[in-house]
Structure formats: C-alpha cells, structure tokens
C-alpha cells in the first residue's frame, strides 16, 4: 500500500521538476501573480465574514467572554442566508455537537470535503502551471486540480470537488467551480451546511501586503481561533513580513440559499520549511489524525473506538 505522505512526496517532486513558475507574462499584458508555494491559514474552523453584505454561517457556541472556541461547532441556523430545510439540518447537527461529540463530517469519515469544505484545511500548497493549477491541502492529503484558459466540461459529470476553470483577471486568479458530487456528508463548511447540485463556487485569489493580511488576521479572529504558532507547517510565520494571500469565495445554490453569500480565507507562509507538514492521514491512523473526530476508517485489522460508539449513539 502506498503511504499518503510518500504519495504527496512523489506528486511534490513532478510537480517541482516540471514546473517553478511556467507561466510567463504576455507583452502588453499584466504580468501574472505567483502565488505558488506552501499556505496556511490563520485562523481555524469557520470562515472569515465579509466586511460587508451575506457572509457564511458562524458559530454560535463562544468561549468564557464571548470569544471564538472550537470546543464544539454550533452553526447559526438563524443565519438568514439559509432556507428553512436548510436551517433544520444545522441545527440538528448543532444539537449534537452541544452534546460534546462532533458531528458526522467528510473529515471524520475519511470522505472528499468538496468545494468549498476542503478550504476549510489549515495548511494549503498551490502550484502555477500553464494549463493548470494544483493545490494540495493538508489534511488527508486532499489534491485538487483546476484547468486554465477553457469552458466546463460538457457533458458534466459531477465529481467530489467539482469541474474547476480558471483564468486571470489582473492581479486576481479567478477560479469557477461547478458539478460538485453528493455524497454521504455533503456539507460547505464545518457547521453541516449542506449544498445540492446547484452548488456554484466562485473563488477569487489576490496577494495582500502584510499591514492589509495583519488587518484580515484581526477581523477573522473575532470569529476563529488563531492556528497555535507551535503547530510546525501549518502556523503562520511570525517573522514573516511578506504578502499574504486572500481567498474571497461566493456561494450559490439556490436549493439551500435564499441568496448568494461571500467569505473570506487569509492566509500566510508557514512557519516551517517545506515538507513539515505533520502526516494528517486519515485511514488506518486515528492517532495522527485527530482522535477527537475520529470514526472506524478502512483497517487491515477490526478495531473499536469508544468515541465512535458514543457519537453513533448521539447521532
């Protein structure tokens, strides 16, 4: 069986071997943005708010003094973004997670998170070719890959993370995801959202210089926690004076949204070289991966886990 690291390794070195940053700028064109190389995200589970307008379902559950917590994912059915049928699955997932076990999610079940779940990673690698853009998440080793420069796939057959197409617009990369694939978890963020079909994502990518990342890492920390600065590879790095980059993303489905909404995902480099990623696998390794959401994975031997008991009887 190949290891999931040594396949991220493998899928790292062809990527670097083909490519540094291929795509050269066009006379008489704005030269295009690099964003390669290693991400992380600054603050953890949600998403950021946008400073204006819908924006994504919160937390309700706050910590002593009203701060943001992950002791448990409460997500706000009263969000009017939501229709009622909607509404109803988060709250009954709220319930559960007020009972002190987490909720059923892609991530504890070893299934693809989707478009936009997946950005829900702490840790994000992204590599520029010409015909396409490859990101790789840290978490189970998630790779996602978006075509450059062409139309949807017709017919579309829906996949767990979607047709992607991207292009360029400036100093922004635009990338527009559609045919994202149903499964037994489908949800948009931690809070069990849920999507249909209909599911439209449309993310947007620009480089933010470091007073303006500086001033998203303040805004989102009202709603999330801060990654530890200990957690090698996927914390920010706190010397690090350089751009930031921002993810603003708008979601569309008309069978779960009464309107579109838009969050925001900041991220930072690293604090650690690359390659120091901890090994976030989920199958046959419940002890690496996070044994608090942890669910029976695929095993070469049976094996019980008592917090698996106890959440399939809060479910």
């Excluded at 009263?78 to 997670?97: H, M, S």
């Excluded at 210089?209 to 914390?235: F, I, M």
């Excluded at 046959?284 to 996070?290: F, K, R, S």
Aim: charge should be neutral; hydrophobic fraction near 35%; aromatic fraction near 10%.
């Amino acid at each position: 069986m190949v290891r999931p690291f040594a396949a991220l390794a493998a899928l790292t070195a062809i990527l670097l071997s083909t490519v540094a940053f291929p795509q050269r700028p066009i006379p008489g064109m704005a030269p295009i943005p690099d964003f390669s190389g290693m991400w992380a995200r600054i603050s953890f589970p949600g998403f950021e708010p946008p400073l204006a307008g819908p924006g994504p379902v919160t937390n309700l559950k706050r910590a002593p003094g009203g701060g943001p917590t992950v002791t448990a994912w409460v997500g706000d059915y009263t969000n009017p973004i939501l229709k009622p049928e909607a509404a109803d699955i988060v709250k009954r997932r709220g319930a559960i997670e007020a009972s002190g076990v987490h909720a059923p999610s892609p991530r504890s079940y070893c299934w693809p998170g989707g478009v936009p779940f997946v950005l829900t990673n702490t840790g994000m690698q992204m590599f520029q070719q010409s015909d396409r853009i490859t990101f790789i998440y840290s978490d189970d080793h998630e790779v996602r890959f978006v075509r450059m420069n062409g139309p949807h796939s017709m017919p579309l057959t829906p996949s767990w993370y979607g047709d992607s197409v991207a292009h360029y617009e400036g100093d922004t990369l635009v990338i527009d995801t559609v045919g994202i694939k149903i499964g037994p978890f489908a949800m948009v963020d931690v809070y069990g959202t849920p999507h249909t079909l209909a599911l439209h994502v449309l993310e947007r990518y620009r480089l933010l210089d470091y007073e303006a990342a500086k001033a998203a890492e303040e805004r989102g920390a009202k709603e999330n926690l801060s990654v530890p600065a200990g957690d090698t590879g996927l914390a920010r790095d706190p010397d690090y004076k350089g751009k930031g980059l921002q993810l603003e993303f708008t979601v569309e489905d008309d069978g779960v949204f009464t309107t579109p909404w838009t969050a925001t995902v900041t991220y930072r480099r690293p604090s650690g070289p690359l390659g120091q990623w901890p090994e976030f696998a989920c199958a046959e390794n419940p002890n690496a991966y996070d044994p608090t959401i942890w669910e029976k994975k695929p095993q070469c031997r049976a094996r019980t886990s008592p917090i698996s008991e106890r959440r399939r009887q809060a479910a």
